[in-house]
C-alpha cells in the first residue's frame, strides 16, 4: 500500500513569506506526527495529532508555527512570515495508533519537505 | 527530557566489515527506534524494539533495558549500506508518544 506522502518535496521561499507543507499519513493511521531536522542537527518533534483529540504542539518553536489536520487525514504544517532558521528537512510520520503498545505506534515516516528560506 | 547519545558520530568501513553502531539513553522509555536515512532525506524504520533482539536480514539491534544500550550491527557491510542511522526512543509524555532522537551515526562503506 502507499506509504506516507508529503508535498512539496522542496520549498525555496523569501524571508518573510508564509509556507504550507502538507502531509498525506497513511490510510487507517490515526497519529500523525510532524518533525523538523536542520542542517547539522538531529531530529526535533513539532506536533503530534492522535484522533480527534487536541493536537501535541509543545513542540512547537514559535506561534508563527501552527498545524491542522482535516478529517483525521491530511495534514499541514503552516509556517508564518518565515526566518532563515526555518530552512531545514520537515519529516512528517504516521502510526496506527499513539497510545497502542508495538507494533500499533510504531511510526513510517514520509520522504520529507526541504523548505530553504532566503 | 530523555538525552538519546550515539556513538560514533562517524565510522567508514571497508566492504565486507562487521559493523557496531552504539546508543544509550537517560530515562525509562516504551521503545526504542533504529531508522535509517538516506542522502536526499528520506527515513526508514529499521526496527522498534523494547526487548531483547532483532534480526532483518543483515541487520541485528539489541537492547538491554537494566543497562539503557542498544546496539544495531550490520553483518557483511556493503556500500549500499551508507547512510545515517538514527536512534530515537519512545516517551509516554502525558499521552503522547513522541521520539527523542540521537544525533545519527554517518556510515560510509567502501568498496
Known amino acids: 500500500g502507499a506509504g506516507v506522502s508529503q508535498s512539496p518535496s522542496n520549498k525555496v521561499t523569501e524571508k518573510g513569506k508564509d509556507v504550507e507543507l502538507r502531509c498525506d499519513p497513511i490510510?487507517?493511521?490515526?497519529?500523525l506526527y510532524w518533525y523538523r531536522q536542520s542542517l547539522g542537527q538531529g531530529l526535533e518533534f513539532l506536533i503530534y495529532?492522535?484522533?480527534?483529540?487536541?493536537?501535541?504542539k509543545s513542540g512547537l518553536p514559535s506561534d508563527r508555527f501552527s498545524a491542522e489536520r482535516t478529517g483525521g487525514s491530511v495534514s499541514t504544517l503552516t509556517i508564518q512570515r518565515t526566518q532563515q532558521e526555518d530552512s531545514a528537512v520537515y519529516l512528517c510520520?504516521?502510526?496506527?495508533?499513539?497510545?497502542?503498545?508495538?507494533?500499533?505506534?510504531?511510526?513510517?515516516f514520509g520522504p520529507g519537505t526541504r523548505l530553504t528560506v532566503l | 527530557k530523555n538525552e538519546v547519545e550515539q556513538s560514533p558520530q562517524n565510522l567508514t568501513a571497508q566492504e565486507g566489515e562487521f559493523i557496531t553502531i552504539n546508543c544509550s539513553y537517560s530515562?525509562?522509555?516504551?521503545?526504542l527506534h533504529w531508522l535509517q536515512q538516506h542522502p536526499g532525506g528520506g527515513i526508514v524504520s529499521l526496527f522498534m524494539l523494547s526487548s531483547g533482539k532483532k534480526k532483518h536480514g543483515r541487520l541485528i539491534a539489541t537492547i538491554n533495558i537494566q543497562e539503557k544500550h542498544s546496539s544495531l550491527h550490520i553483518t557483511a557491510s556493503h556500500p549500499r549500506d551508507s547512510a545515517v542511522y538514527i536512534c530515537?526512543?519512545?516517551?509516554?509524555?502525558?499521552?503522547?508518544?513522541?521520539?527523542?532522537f540521537g544525533s545519527g551515526t554517518q556510515l560510509t562503506v567502501l568498496p
Open positions: 490510510s487507517g493511521h490515526t497519529a
Open positions: 510520520a504516521s502510526s496506527l495508533s499513539s497510545r497502542a503498545a508495538y507494533p500499533l505506534n510504531e511510526q513510517f
Open positions: 530515562v525509562g522509555i516504551s521503545a
Open positions: 495529532f492522535q484522533g480527534n483529540s487536541a493536537p501535541d
Open positions: 530515537a526512543v519512545s516517551e509516554v509524555v502525558g499521552s503522547a508518544r513522541q521520539l527523542t
